[in-house]
């Protein structure tokens, strides 16, 4: 799943970046937020990150400005330990959830999943659902029905992710690019057809049905 981080500490959000996508997100960062209000409106992400002290247009601003714009992407923003304002004012622009400044990225990975469930209309916890299979997020595997744990590679992790969130919608190559791949990466169209047949091998390829001319769609029920 693509995330979008809108961080002016470039330290923080290198460290950010490196343990997001080592959690199986692919990350796009931006450092203002001019630039981070444009990459929100793209419709590519799943979730924004968003800091509110930001150089040439605040937080706030950028928040309120995608919401004007009826824009519902799901906002975690980030506040400065005792500015409990910036929480009130936060929520008011729509933001559905805020982290503290200085916090674990434990704690951050717990609230974007809690977010992703929420806006997918997913049951709770760290795991993802559907149609008989379960997502093991923590160690990048899949349960199936029997309880056999299959083991996923990054890619692979990423990729079954999106469409168990994305279950029964007809799925292009490149929307899936846009998830595996972030704006600075080459993106590769044909790869993708390499990675839909390892899920098909390893979870059976009556899920994954190919729309010819149109993409994929992942099926939670099977006749």
């Known amino acids: 799943m693509r995330l979008l981080l809108v961080e002016d500490d470039r330290d923080l959000a290198r460290l950010l970046k490196k343990n997001l996508e080592k959690a199986g997100y692919s990350v796009d960062v931006s450092h203002d937020g001019i630039e981070g209000e444009y990459l929100g409106n793209e419709g590519v992400y799943e979730l924004a990150i968003l800091d509110l002290g930001l150089p040439q247009r605040n937080g706030i601003t950028v928040l309120k400005n995608w919401r004007a714009q009826q824009n519902d992407l799901p906002v975690l923003i980030l506040t400065a330990r005792d500015a409990w304002y910036e929480k009130v004012d936060g929520f008011k622009a729509g933001a559905d959830d805020y982290l503290a400044k200085p916090f674990h990225i434990e704690e951050m ?109 992942f099926k939670d029920e099977l006749p």
């Open 109 to 217: 990975l717990v609230r974007i999943n809690a977010l992703l469930h929420r806006f997918h209309q997913l049951p709770g916890g760290g795991n993802v659902q559907v149609g008989g299979l379960i997502l093991d997020q923590d160690r990048q595997q899949v349960v199936t029905e029997n309880g056999k744990r299959i083991d996923l590679t990054g890619a692979e992790f990423k990729l079954l992710r999106y469409f168990l969130l994305h279950r029964g919608q007809v799925i292009s190559k490149s929307t899936l690019n846009e998830q595996l791949y972030d704006f600075d990466s080459d993106k590769d169209s044909n790869v993708i057809e390499v990675y839909v047949n390892h899920l098909r091998r390893k979870l059976g390829k009556e899920r994954f049905e190919t729309r010819r001319g149109q993409g994929y769609i």
